[in-house]
């Protein structure tokens, strides 16, 4: 069979001569062999494992995605996020420290969106408590010292 698992930004894996590929969705782990009938499922947060003619295996994590086979032969895995590892080990490393990255940045992101959105509702009470803006609901919005505020009415 034939691997590939991509994400946005990169092919994480193409691979040929696999012979089984493990994953998990919702409903748990499946195996796909070669032959099996066309199908398509949404994946969990899994490691999808594959073992080749030789003997060999291999191990990637992804963040979810879509996991398709086609053909009986061809695998396909679209993901948002890959991480791999030389070994199943290794990997569960791997995904930590990137996971932790992914938080921290998160969090970052978190704290300078609620910073800036504080800042405006500052900025917002000062403009009306100087006399400067009014909030008008029923105009959409804020007003200035000045606007023709002429309300509109239904005819």
């Known amino acids: 069979m034939h691997l590939q698992i991509v994400t946005p930004l990169a092919v994480e894996a193409e691979l040929t001569g696999i012979v089984s590929v493990r994953a998990e969705d919702r409903s748990g782990s499946f195996v796909i062999l070669?032959?099996?009938?066309?199908?398509?499922?949404?994946?969990a947060v899994t490691v999808v494992e594959w073992g080749t003619r030789g003997g060999d295996t291999g191990h990637i994590a992804v963040r979810g995605g879509i996991f398709?086979?086609?053909?009986?032969?061809?695998?396909?895995?679209?993901?948002?996020?890959?991480v791999s590892g030389p070994s199943l080990e290794r990997l569960g490393a791997a995904v930590l420290d990137e996971l932790r990255s992914e938080a921290d940045a998160e969090a970052k992101t978190r704290t300078?969106?609620?910073?800036?959105?504080?800042?405006?509702?500052?900025q917002l009470d000062?403009?009306?408590?100087?006399?400067?803006?009014?909030?008008?609901?029923h105009l959409g919005g804020f007003a200035a010292q000045g606007d023709d505020l002429e309300t509109q009415t239904d005819e």
Not at 37 to 42: A, E, N, Q, S
């Open 34 to 43: 070669p032959g099996h009938t066309d199908f398509l499922t949404v994946l």
């Open 126 to 137: 000062r403009y009306i408590q100087t006399g400067h803006g009014y909030f008008m609901p």
């Open 68 to 82: 398709r086979v086609e053909g009986g032969d061809r695998v396909q895995i679209a993901t948002r996020q890959a």
């Open 112 to 122: 300078t969106a609620t910073r800036m959105h504080m800042g405006l509702m500052r």
